[in-house]
């Protein structure tokens, strides 16, 4: 893929986010979780689309992030798997860093 398009593929991104943080405002709380959530997705996304995602731990975590998109918003369970997956984050990042 071109740098132009992954240019674009930024751009789209970047747009997302944009909108997504003034739709805040008018938005359910909840909707923010989500559409973080969402955005983390979606460069992953771009990422492997790129084939720059060859990392397992970020692999592991994009097909959570792709399941938790295609659920409920349920708040307890967001919140309980947002938990787990920073604790996660944290573990690997130490590891990372050893």
Known sequence: MSAEHLQEEFFHLIAY???SARGLYEEPADYGVFRLLDSAGRLLDILQNQGL???RFLLDLKQ???AERENS?????QRQLLDEWILAISDEMRRRLD
Request: aromatic share 0%; proline share 0%.
């Open 73 to 77: 918003m349920d708040n307890e369970r």
């Open 53 to 55: 995602l060859t990392d």
């Open 64 to 66: 959570k992030i792709d």
């Open 17 to 19: 986010m944009i909108t």
